[in-house]
């Protein structure tokens, strides 16, 4: 039964705002597409999104900046640990230089599952890869420091840090549909489809490193979501797993841009079905407008004053002036 058509988006807790935004769009390269808020609970908090040129989904990164209310998170088991992009694979030396330039740190390329890359870390200390992967078609987001040659394209992968690795392989395989195509050293990957970027998930097994924190909080990310093709394929997927005894499942929610179903995964990590067929960052902005306003949603479109007061102040340098 396989429902899942690969990543859609992540979403990680950062600390500062303007911080997050510099380094997706100045270091990752990444497009500013979305300004709004967390929908979630009664603190107002910015819902930050960062894509590929088109907005496409399986390039979608997005991010609460919680410094503002202290809250930070703790890093370990149980979460997702680092988020990889591809890359051209002849890109690797500009980006190694490329964060040096930008005094992010980073190691030099190595090698994993045959594939070179390059891992850097966030200034909230997410993890992050550049994976040399030319299979990934989609199209770069180009800035003044970085060209259409050197461009991440989307999502490669995701490394979840778990535990024990048999109950989250079930879970993959039995419950998603994924296919285990490898494993090296502590690191098990598993395939959906056609495999390679977007449809791959690496296991890192780490017995020995303490759970880490599942609620918002800056430093962590807080779930990844798999898509599925339109609300009637969420709830199959739904029944599927909770029949297989992953009850900790959510109901359908509206999350104006797609609809989303939340389950918590064994190994911790929580992971969200989000759907594909009515998923659209344009529905509030046009295309080449994308990230350039702050959009609430419609129930809170007349508080919007009240709002903006309780956020930090944020500038998107991809605006001109």
């Not at 992953?246 to 109901?251: G, L, N, R």
């Not at 929580?270 to 902005?285: F, G, M, P, R």
């Not at 080449?288 to 919007?304: D, F, N, Y």
Request: glycine share 10%; hydrophobic share 35%; proline share 4%.
């Amino acid at each position: 039964m396989e429902f899942v058509k690969g990543l859609h988006h992540l979403t990680a807790s950062v600390a500062g705002a303007q911080e997050d935004i510099d380094f997706f769009t100045q270091v990752v390269g990444q497009r500013m597409v979305k300004q709004t808020i967390l929908y979630d609970g009664g603190t107002n908090v910015y819902h930050l999104y960062y894509a590929n040129r088109f907005a496409e989904l399986g390039t979608i990164m997005t991010t609460f900046p919680y410094k503002q209310h202290n809250r930070f998170g703790r890093r370990g088991t149980g979460q997702v640990k680092t988020i990889s992009y591809s890359a051209p694979e002849s890109s690797l030396d500009f980006w190694v230089k490329h964060l040096e330039k930008k005094n992010v740190p980073h190691s030099q390329i190595q090698t994993r599952f045959g594939q070179k890359y390059v891992h850097f870390v966030h200034p909230s200390g997410l993890e992050f890869e550049i994976i040399g992967d030319d299979r990934d078609t989609h199209e770069g987001w180009v800035t003044d420091e970085i060209s259409e040659s050197e461009a991440v394209r989307g999502f490669n992968s995701v490394t979840m840090s778990v535990r024990e690795i048999r109950e989250q392989e079930e879970f993959l395989t039995k419950g998603f549909g994924f296919r285990k195509t490898g494993e090296e050293g502590p690191y098990h990957r598993f395939e959906i489809g056609a495999g390679g970027p977007q449809n791959t998930v690496l296991l890192l097994h780490e017995p020995d490193v303490p759970q880490g924190s599942w609620g918002f909080g800056a430093g962590t990310v807080h779930h990844v979501a798999f898509g599925v093709q339109n609300d009637a394929e969420s709830q199959k997927l739904k029944d599927h797993l909770e029949g297989l005894g992953y009850t900790d499942c959510s109901e359908i929610k509206d999350r104006y841009y797609f609809h989303s179903v939340y389950v918590r995964s064994p190994g911790g990590i929580l992971c969200e079905i989000a759907t594909i067929d009515n998923a659209s960052l344009t529905i509030d902005e046009p295309l080449e407008e994308l990230g350039t306003h702050l959009m609430l949603p419609p129930a809170l479109e007349s508080r919007r004053e009240a709002v903006i007061a309780e956020l930090e102040p944020i500038r998107n340098p991809q605006i001109a002036g």
